[in-house]
């Protein structure tokens, strides 16, 4: 008999990645349309727990308008002889992906950014109720971590109501970031991988260090290692360090190993300190993300929860698309609020000296860790809402960045073209260009200071035409 055979849809991995598009929800829970949504795992005594529970606070699903947004908070109580209050993070984690087994469900993001979906199809079936998903919870926890030995769920979807619990657990994911600040890559010998997102983004690889959080912001160093030894097959993993190949970029030869294997060698190579070259790669569930300004030479940073346009005119939606998926993209980083905070953020690119824009919100949250010189330089949307005004800002605050900046040279009158036939193998730009203007999906980008480069330049003059002018 199927540990699940009295839930209304089918529950299995090949529904985890399942994207639910807005014309086929019948209901959506957290999300950016929600100021309050987490989700959290405690673990008690066993006393405390009656094993088996699901405890709904405000209106269940069936009671819920079609089409409509709810706020949500999971709340996971476990208990076992083995269980520990540092393993709260990793139970935490395992949500995402146990609740994406359920046939028409989709579960994005961690902790105070969790976005649910079901579809219409699923709730038609009968998926009509939070018993049938706290029941599958319960079932895949004690399936597959054999530690948690009793369990209880409760889901909160009054708004009312789920405020203190939210602010309670803003706390608690603190007191755990806090925990594992102080630590160095260079301290360790052992990295941790995660490839819980990799139903969305097949290439993408979360590397854990000391200093560097996963993108989603729910996964440190020690969560990482608890997760490992309790469950060495599943989606956290050890990363043997290897040799350090760049210690400014951040590359070591067991990360680049790891990634290569976990991403069936799309990905080859990765620089943990920097948003150029070969960047982390991203899901989707990052809590921020970093954006390169070429205007300025600096960094923007955005989060999830801001929806005004970005200093660069762009939301976070589109930023974000441009980072996930697995890939690789120069400019664009996928990054935790936590890494934020880490000394190693940026490092390659000039650290916090680089960055230029934020939203106040981020800033008030990582203020403590910014070089004191540089908090009342660092933009934001109550400063200024233009290129040009961001400009005016920094120059007028002092901001290190402007240092950086070179007034653009008038460009030499060109020389008499030198009839010649021949190729010139090059090393260098072959042609620099003040402006260079290319139009793609939708938006204009310009590059400043462009330089194009070429492995060789082929030069031979064009037939019945002269060098200079036109041939007689």
């Known amino acids: 008999m199927s540990m699940f055979e009295d839930i209304p849809v089918e529950v299995g991995v090949i529904y985890e990645g399942e994207r639910i598009r807005r014309k086929n929800m019948q209901v959506e829970l957290g999300g950016p349309k929600q100021e309050h949504k987490f989700e959290l795992a405690r673990v008690l005594k066993s006393e405390d727990i009656e094993d088996g529970k699901v405890t709904i606070v405000g209106p269940d699903l069936k009671n819920m308008e079609e089409g409509s947004s709810y706020p949500l908070g999971i709340i996971i109580d476990a208990a076992g002889e083995k269980l520990e209050p540092d393993l709260e993070g990793v139970i ?23 976005w649910l979906r079901l579809d219409k199809k699923s709730f038609k079936k009968g998926l009509n109720s939070f018993e049938y998903v706290g029941k599958v919870l319960q079932r895949l926890f004690k399936s597959e971590l054999p530690i948690v030995e009793k369990i209880q769920v409760t889901f909160i979807t009054d708004p009312e109501k789920i405020r203190e619990p939210y602010e309670a657990a803003l706390g608690i994911y603190e007191a755990r970031d806090a925990k594992a600040r102080g630590m160095k890559d260079e301290e360790v010998d052992k990295f941790y991988g995660c490839g819980l997102c990799q139903s969305f983004a097949p290439t993408h690889v979360c590397i854990i260090t000391p200093q560097r959080y996963s993108n989603c912001g729910s996964i440190s160093w020690f969560d990482g290692r608890a997760s490992a030894r309790i469950d060495p097959k599943g989606p956290v993993f050890e990363i043997d360090k290897g040799e350090l190949v760049d210690a400014e970029k951040g590359e070591f030869s067991g990360v680049n190993e790891a990634a290569k294997q976990k991403s069936l060698g799309e990905v080859t190579k990765v620089w943990l300190y920097t948003a150029f070259g070969y960047p982390h790669t991203s899901c989707g569930c990052f809590e ?10 600096g960094f923007g940073l955005v989060h999830r929860g801001f929806k005004e346009a ?18 690789q993209v120069d400019g664009f980083h996928g990054v935790s609020i936590e890494y934020m905070r880490s000394p190693k953020f940026l490092k390659a690119d000039g650290g916090w000296n680089r960055v230029v824009w934020m939203p106040a919100s981020i800033k008030e949250r990582v203020v403590d860790f910014l070089p004191k010189e540089l908090a009342d330089k ?22 290190p960045i402007v240092e950086t900046w070179k007034e653009e040279e008038p460009v030499a009158e060109a020389a008499a073209p030198t009839e010649v036939e021949g190729e010139i193998p090059v090393e260098m730009p072959v042609a620099t260009l003040p402006t260079l203007p290319i139009t793609t999906g939708g938006y204009k980008i310009i590059l400043k200071d462009a330089k ?12 019945g035409e002269k060098l200079g002018g036109k041939g007689k």
């Open 92 to 114: 935490e984690r395992r949500i995402h992906e146990y609740t994406n087994f359920i046939e028409g469900v989709m579960h994005l993001n961690q902790r105070y950014d969790i």
């Open 288 to 297: 921020g993300a970093a954006f390169y300004i070429p205007e300025v030479d």
């Open 310 to 327: 970005t200093i660069n005119g762009l939301p976070f939606s589109t930023i974000a698309d441009s980072t996930a998926g697995g890939r």
């Open 378 to 399: 660092i933009a934001t949307e109550g400063d200024v809402k233009t290129i040009d005004e961001l400009k005016t800002f920094l120059k007028d605050r002092g901001h």
């Open 452 to 463: 194009i480069y070429a492995k060789k330049v082929i030069i031979r003059p064009i037939k």
